[in-house]
């Protein structure tokens, strides 16, 4: 009789376990689907607006004008909430594309450039130290109707395939120690950096190609400025272009000159575009 009771209880065990599993796994869909409709409405008045300002600037009277939104390409800069659960910080200058990307748990953080031909966008992404994965490859993506957000196309080893553009959070990931990287080897810059002009810079170096993500002085959850370099590594000097990204409040863009001096040390000098910091060390 007891070993017939025990099976009874391990059964109704059993069950209640499966049942609180099943609730928890409903419980977690409710979660997101509502995330995800809340993103839906905050993009449909986000484009709204976003249409209503680009025929005020462009003196267009929509009233006698019939637009086919989805020819136009307007300015892609933004915030972008993608189906990987990250959040993308997109600028858009001349035909390049620049983003920061990171998840919020901190699992993984990429900087990308691409150039856009018609509605396509090619370029290649880096992870950087912020996150913990170091991975890289190419993306191809499709811009959607009026810059609304993009598709994957194609590219390996990358997560992330729809990409939404709305509103921009109020709060977001602040910085972190390395996800990976080394220290004391001139040979190999990949790391976290701090700079003199109080920004924490995540640099990865693959060969000779360097790329960062930099952020400083966190204000009501979000940093003041923040940027992404890209360019080469020729033995100790650094050429590099960068650009501020809307993680950020400033849109500023130029090149960088650099020299690494150490294992933990870079002098920077022949700034243009009013970056600040002349020296970074790990």
């Known amino acids: ?39 839906n409405v905050e993009q449909e008045e986000f484009l709204a607006k976003a249409k209503e300002d680009y025929l005020k600037e462009n003196g267009i009277n929509i009233d ?41 748990s901190g699992i993984w953080a990429n900087v990308f450039k691409g150039s856009i031909n018609g509605k396509t966008i090619t370029g290649s992404f880096y992870d950087v130290p912020k996150g913990k994965i170091a991975g890289s490859g190419n993306l191809t993506l499709s811009i959607s109707c009026f810059g609304s957000g993009f598709t994957k196309v194609s590219g390996s080893n990358f997560g992330g395939s729809v990409w939404t553009k709305t509103v921009r959070p109020s709060h977001l990931p602040r910085p972190r120690q390395a996800g990976f990287g080394v220290v ?32 400083r002085n966190f204000v009501n ?25 809307p993680k950020g409040n400033t849109n500023n863009g130029g090149i960088l000159r650099g020299f690494v001096e150490g294992p933990n040390y870079i002098s920077l000098g022949h700034n243009t575009g009013g970056f600040g910091g002349s020296e970074l060390r790990r």
């Open 64 to 104: 006698i004008i019939d637009i086919d939104w989805c020819s136009i390409i307007p300015n892609l800069s933004g915030y972008y909430y993608a189906n990987d659960g990250g959040h993308y910080y997109v600028r858009h200058i001349g035909n390049k594309v620049y983003w920061f990307g990171e998840h919020p």
């Open 1 to 39: 009789m007891r070993t017939k009771k025990n099976r009874f209880n391990l059964g109704v065990s059993i069950l209640l376990i499966a049942g609180m599993v099943f609730f928890t796994s409903c419980e977690k869909e409710s979660v997101v689907d509502q995330e995800l409709d809340t993103i």
């Open 184 to 215: 004391n080897d001139s040979n190999n810059i990949t790391g976290r950096w701090v700079g003199d002009d109080g920004g924490i810079y995540y640099i990865r170096q693959i060969g000779n190609r360097v790329v960062w993500f930099g952020e």
């Open 221 to 245: 959850g979000r940093p003041t400025w923040s940027n992404v370099a890209w360019g080469s590594r020729f033995y100790s000097q650094l050429w590099l272009d960068w650009v501020d990204v």
